[in-house]
């Protein structure tokens, strides 16, 4: 039983050592050991976020392709490996590399260029008693010198220890009109704070420098609340079924906040007592559950939210507890039921509202969509589900290894890529859209959907009954079935309805939009089968612009400047939403859309 | 041992039985069995607050004589007795008579009398989601509908719960511009407040009904920090010792005003939860103490304070949770490190603002006073130390049963009353100041305040030997010696030099001044013996209004209308203070002012 035999793995930063069994990931290994490694994928190979440094590089099993795809020559040459490819097979001594790494490069060079006037700050003071005598306290010059409040009575209480040779000398860290903590002159605290954009699927969280504007870290997780169900409708029928699971639901994100600020912190090595801001955006189900609200409401006719407005909690109230105690949170204000601060803050961080004619589309389980039409601006949300997210078609999968990422015609044939270039296990949301185009173009399925009988031109291959169902096959494991394709259709189509009601209520035509992609799967997408197969109105390629994480952008922006909280306040109330279902011209343009386009195929 | 057989008491009220010895004190037995009941007297048969019903009656001791003089022929049959007198025979049943009882009857007439403008009020509200649909949240609808905010967490997961066939109703309980408490419309709830005059001795609370401005119950308890000194100074000192002790102040504060509620509560036969609101008034030492601020900084030059402003804070955070929990407790704001909330209070209650002229005397351990010259304020307090409440002094007490309250000439002799028509055992601030002015009168002591020996003219009987010291004696037990008198010179002089200095600041003269005593010491003097010691500048009678606890008073009006809150925040900015100690002309006049008036005796 070799495979049992225990290995031991000294952390080189602490010096603590660890025991775990030969032949288990390294990965696995330090997560048992209380250190989560940044992951992107899962542990699948596919981010390359799980890099650390090991000694001796024989300890570890020979580099995988993976790990020779995403580390240079020379990272592999000074023992630099991904934990999630490594196997164990002696004692090692690993470095976590607390490099300051960013989910997406182009955010953090955006924000350094924004103008700073965070709503967080510090200041010095020096208070007299001398000066003051008995008729004026030490706590009211605090407060006119600062031009702030206290409220909180430790802060009060930590007044008088302040006090050294006959003064008060000390920092204050001030919310804005608040006086949220006092601290000794000499102290070397720094001013973080934390950005979160909390998704159905996934929580992005950056923790940033509040006193320079740089970010320190980036962390992307699962949300873990999907055991209870992938979207929003799924979620809040189990917290209607029984109250408790909303606490359940409540704890579960509270717990990966907490796990994700020790994380960051971990990573940028700083302490996590110096975050005395949390700004989170995300829709309005998400941000009930997080604050521990029931969300039912949401789900019932006439749909109507507890709340849509800017919260401002305690982050301890929420069981926030890797922050400092008296960190503020705040729950950023949203458009309606279904459009919520995650689509602002994308239009804030974007481009968006700077253009006469913009469209922008968030693409993940809720499609979200918003035109600006010169000064009028309209949104709307469509159900469009998850299938782009690969839930709910037979073989599909979120981008991880062994996901079938892109295919295209070849030679008369359909080629596919495979994340992680091994075999294909799944396909993931940009597969499905380049899959439809190809499919689409020779002649596998109809503009209708149907999959047609093979015609013996090449492509017969591709096309076999899988369980009784015809299906579009690329390989044993990975093909999509008929019904498969419907649902397809049916997200396409909500997609795309939403956007042309929007177009026929502003009166505005594709060719003059400007076109905004928000959302991870947005990112990854081909937009020229995007528009083959109708899922965007048809521009031209530099109309497009690709934002990856807008959302999480735009709560970083919030974070450094109060001013973009302010616009945010102020957006929400110029955004005429629009009830798709209530529509008249919904149900016709459906199923019209229901259809790919067979002009531009 | 028959004494200790034990007894059994049954509550008529909750019908809960418990055990006693034969032969203790029924108040004993009720407080061991956790049921305070009020007292004012420490259980001396003074106060006649500790009224219980019994059955059967001889199932105590005979009635006392404080009992008969105490209770009507009518009561005494009916079964009424007094606690602290009786003690048990046999198996008893007790009913507690939860009667409201006031501590002062002119305060409650008076504030039934002002105007109510409560800060905390009830609202019912209705709220239609199908009027709101997807864009307005139920919360942002019922803030607009009450025009006040909802801050607190728990407010919003209670908005769900309102829901009932399509609506929210329920009625709301508005702080000023916050949203407290969201109750189902059906709610039976009160809302009550608490005003609570915070001493150095003692503690007076009020239970008030804020719906209608009227007293339900009122309890008078002694301070439970007087075991760690009695005045400011000596507090603090043990503070200033170890910090430690600052809790345990706090702690004991906290909890005398928790069984102070709840036993307000009981007596008025209202729920605890009901009150939202609590109004503290006291000296900026007491409230930095309950606070758990570390008051040191007050007792060391330059004697300022660590905050005078007023403060709002949560109940909860305080500790006291006898009370709703999401009860505010308001501690009104100071004049200055020596001045504090209770002056402002008692300035507020009583006439003073309305004069011309006018001077305010709170006779308290403090000796805190006030003069009013047209528009100018001038105030000061005096470190008079507790000699007129009978510490500090041999033969001295508060005033309870056995002590002497009043002193006088009769046929050549000195008379005396005694609380309790008993035997003289001690003697309280009031027979103290007519022991003082018979004795000038009688030749006792001359105006510099030395005994003078015995002279054969029929008063020579009263001059003793005492413990090597001559003493001026009314019989075996209660005298005053030599140094009694220093004492009673020392604070004499103090709080007559602060009021001499006040009139020349301002330039009034004592025969055009309305003078207000404060403080129940203030309540049972003689005030012609007052001007015959030189305690108070003479003055005709009419002049002279003795207001009995103004402080509580002036609590009370500010739980039942925001006007006058804001009328003493005004008012503190607008008073002058004088500090004593360091003014030229005060030495000179402490000296002179420590012999007694020689001209009007
Ligand atoms: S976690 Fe290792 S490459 Fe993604
Ligand atoms: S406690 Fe009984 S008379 Fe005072």
């Known amino acids: 039983m070799l495979s049992l035999k225990t290995i031991k793995i000294k952390i080189a930063e602490t010096g603590i050592e660890h025991f775990c069994r030969r032949d288990s990931f390294l990965y696995d290994c330090l997560r048992d050991a209380g250190i989560s490694l940044p992951s992107e994928c899962g542990g699948h190979g596919v981010c390359g976020k799980c890099k650390v440094k090991v000694l001796p590089t024989s300890s570890l099993t020979p580099p995988s392709n993976a790990e020779k795809r995403l580390l240079t020559q020379e990272e592999l040459e000074n023992g630099i490996r991904l934990a999630c490819q490594a196997k164990l097979i002696r004692n090692v001594e690993v470095a976590i590399l607390s490099t300051i790494e960013t989910y997406n490069i182009r955010l953090t060079k955006e924000t350094q260029h924004c103008e700073r006037d965070p709503k967080l700050i510090a200041k010095t003071f020096v208070i007299s008693p001398e000066r003051l005598g008995t008729s004026k306290g030490i706590l009211e010059d605090l407060e006119s010198t600062l031009n702030a409040q206290v409220r909180s009575l430790l802060v009060i209480k930590t007044l008088p220890q302040l006090s050294k040779k006959n003064e008060h000398r000390g920092k204050a860290i001030i919310y804005n009109d608040e006086i949220l903590d006092l601290l000794p002159a000499s102290s070397s605290r720094k001013l973080l704070g934390l950005a979160i954009d ?40 189990i917290v209607m079924e029984k109250s408790k699971h909303l606490g359940a639901l409540q704890k579960a994100v509270v717990k990966a906040i907490n796990e994700m600020a020790k994380e960051l912190c ?33 789900a019932i006719a006439p749909f109507t939210p507890v709340f849509l407005r800017y919260l401002e909690l305690s982050a301890k109230e929420l069981g926030i507890s890797q922050v400092h105690p008296a960190c503020k949170i705040s729950l950023m204000p949203h458009v309606s039921s279904y459009i919520g601060s995650d689509v602002l803050a994308g239009l804030i961080s974007s481009g968006f509202l700077r ?25 709307t949300s469509t159900a469009a589900g998850p299938a782009f997210e690969g839930a709910t078609i037979k073989r599909g999968s979120v981008a991880w290894q062994g996901a079938v990422d892109h295919v295209w015609i070849e030679n008369g044939m359909l080629r596919y890529s495979v994340i992680g270039e091994r075999e294909a296990e799944t396909i993931c949301g940009s597969g499905i859209v380049d899959l439809i185009a190809a499919a689409l173009k020779s002649g596998l399925i109809d503009p209708r959907g149907r999959i047609v009988p093979p015609r013996r031109d090449g492509f017969e291959a591709f096309v076999r009954e899988v369980d009784g169902e015809r299906a579009v096959r690329l390989s044993e494991k990975v093909y999509l079935t008929q019904s498969d394709i419907r649902k397809i259709q049916l997200a396409k189509a909500a997609i795309s309805t939403g956007i042309r009601i929007l177009m026929e209520e502003s009166g505005v035509s594709s060719d003059t939009l400007k076109i905004y992609i928000a ?30 994480n807008a959302a999480g952008l735009g709560a ?27 529509d008249s011209r919904f149900s016709d343009a459906f199923i019209e859309n229901m259809s790919f386009p067979s002009e531009n195929i």
């Open 198 to 237: 909390l998704g159905t699927t996934t929580l992005i969280g950056y923790l940033d420098n509040l006193e320079n504007g740089e970010n320190l870290a980036v962390s992307v997780q699962l949300n873990p609340q999907r055991v209870w169900g992938a979207d929003i409708i799924s979620r809040i029928s």
């Open 266 to 298: 971990y990573k940028a090595n700083v302490s996590c007592e110096d975050i005395y801001r949390i700004v989170v955006v995300g829709n309005p189900t998400m941000l009930h559950i997080l604050a521990g609200v029931n969300p039912s409401s949401i």
């Open 355 to 379: 253009e006469m004619r913009a469209l922008y589309v968030d693409l993940g389980t809720n499609g979200e969509i918003v035109l600006k039409a010169g000064k009028q601006i309209f949104a």
């Open 519 to 548: 959302g991870i799967f947005g990112t990854r997408i081909n937009i020229h089968n995007a528009f083959k197969i109708g899922l965007l109105p048809s521009t031209s390629g530099e109309n497009i612009v690709q934002l990856g």
């Open 556 to 582: 970083r922006m919030i974070l450094h400047n109060r001013n973009h909280e302010r616009l945010i306040n102020e957006l929400r109330s110029c955004i005429t939403t629009l009830e798709l279902s209530t």
